[in-house]
């Protein structure tokens, strides 16, 4: 293929995914377009460390009898996009081909249109679509008596067996822990309860309504319970939106489009009319705020709602750093925190927002935060899966050498499940503490 250059020369650009357009679900279309785009990646090969998508493409090139991309069986190009997990690195970090360069290449979209089209076909293991319901897994393992349940088959050696060949659900994969005590039940009444006076700045309100995310909710309610402290004690207004939904993550992972629309209906106009109120939004996992500031607007750049919500949007530590250029940031902090290995998630990387955490942690005095920026592996519920969980260990492993050689005082993650993965790589009994946990410890609050 020629080309007039090696990279592109302009900032890179994404094209909307296009879902509804004629060709997006055309099986010999995508299969062409799967060739046209192995073949540059085989030329190119910079992604190979990235994840196990790009180096089991260059494996099944490798292994061929012509040793170039028509050697490969086309049946085989869905154990490429198997691999996949859309964490987006490989566009937004490493690809010169991306638009606007002429070849139009977008790694990420192009498995996601495979995994629509594998979805579409009825080709879905009932693993995966359990999995991936993370609101109806969270309600259900919320209920008490089925939460202590829950959290005693995942943590049984014997059940886990059982779940792994009724399933495919890997035996040593760390299953998050349910609670029945929800960040949405223990805030219910928090609106209007804090004496708080809102504060806006060029870039912020001043008033946070917090997304909770099926994770902060069901699993790690801690994690929200310290923003929101860490917030007020910023005099910033919290509220935790009610009656939302998944932001449709899991689902768009495994190319459920159309639970992704219905996810996207039914929270954005709760999301939406808070913006018309004056409302910024934040979540505390980076997938969920992925999903709001680019995923969905990259499918529904047509609904306005969309759009308003995707610039009221906010990482929490993007959200502090923005009161602290206004001169808002309380920077009173009681307790040093010491060395911080600190893993940056791929999905808060790819917001471009840069090291807004570190950034944050690091006015705290004596404390240092030294950055690690691999893909963990964890990737939303790849590490779950019988068959890719020793990839997703494997994956791990440069980031679990780099925190023990940094050998900090603790280890952090915007992403709490990545964080836990990196617990599992390590398993010396160590714990991660989220971020804003940290935050909230030196702020002696
Ligand atoms: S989006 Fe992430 S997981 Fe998918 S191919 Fe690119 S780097 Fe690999
Ligand atoms: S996605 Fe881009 S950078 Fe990565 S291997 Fe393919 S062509 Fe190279």
């Avoid at 929200?224 to 004690?233: S, Y």
């Avoid at 915007?414 to 804003?436: N, Y």
Wanted: net charge neutral; proline share 5%; glycine share 6%.
């Amino acid at each position: 293929m020629a080309s007039s250059r090696e990279g592109s020369l302009e900032a890179p650009t994404r094209h909307p995914l296009g879902q509804d357009t004629a060709d997006f679900l055309d099986e010999n279309k995508l299969f062409s377009e799967l060739e046209r785009v192995f073949d540059i990646c085989h030329g190119c090969r910079r992604c190979v460390s990235l994840c196990a998508s790009f180096p089991t493409l260059f494996d099944l090139v490798d292994e061929s009898d012509t040793m170039e991309v028509d050697g490969v069986a086309t049946a085989d190009y869905w154990k490429v996009v198997d691999h996949c997990y859309l964490c987006d690195l490989c566009y937004l970090t490493k690809c010169p081909y991306v638009p606007p360069h002429e070849w139009n290449l977008d790694f990420p979209h192009l498995m996601l249109r495979a995994k629509a089209i594998k979805f579409k076909k009825g080709e879905v293991k009932t693993r995966d679509r359990i999995i991936t319901a993370t609101d109806r897994i969270g309600k259900l393992a919320s209920i008490p008596v089925i939460t202590q349940t829950i959290n005693a088959v995942n943590s049984n050696p014997l059940s886990r067996k059982l779940l792994d060949k009724a399933l495919g659900i890997h035996p040593q994969a760390a299953l998050p822990e349910y609670t029945s005590n929800t960040l949405t039940k223990r805030n219910k009444k928090r609106l209007h309860a804090t004496g708080i006076t809102a504060q806006a700045t060029d870039a912020t309100t001043g008033k946070v309504a917090l997304f909770a995310t099926c994770y902060g909710n069901y699993n790690e309610p801690q994690i929200g319970e310290d923003l929101i402290k860490v917030f007020e004690h910023n005099q910033i207004l919290v509220q935790l939106v009610q009656k939302t939904r998944c932001c449709g993550m899991p689902k768009l992972e495994l190319g459920d489009l159309d639970a992704v629309h219905q996810a996207k209906e039914s929270n954005i106009k709760i999301l939406a009319a808070l913006v018309d109120e004056g409302w910024d939004i934040v979540t505390p996992v980076p997938s969920c705020t992925l999903m709001f500031k680019q995923e969905l607007p990259l499918m529904f750049a047509e609904d306005d709602r969309v759009i308003k919500v995707q610039q009221a949007m906010f990482d929490p530590f993007e959200y502090l750093m923005l009161r602290n250029k206004a001169g808002k940031l309380n920077t009173d902090f009681k307790n040093p925190l010491g060395k911080i290995s600190y893993h940056v998630a791929c999905h808060q990387r790819v917001q471009r927002i840069g090291m807004k955490t570190r950034d944050t942690l690091n006015l705290i005095p004596d404390t240092e935060v030294l950055p690690i920026e691999r893909c963990s592996g964890h990737d939303g519920t790849y590490t779950f899966k019988s068959e890719f969980h020793d990839a997703a260990m494997k994956i791990c492993k440069p980031v679990v050498n780099r925190v023990k050689q940094q050998n900090a005082d603790v280890y952090t993650s915007d992403c709490a499940m990545a964080g836990h993965h990196i617990e599992a790589g390590l398993a010396d009994g160590s714990k991660p503490e989220h971020p804003i946990s940290l935050l909230r410890t030196a702020y002696g609050i």
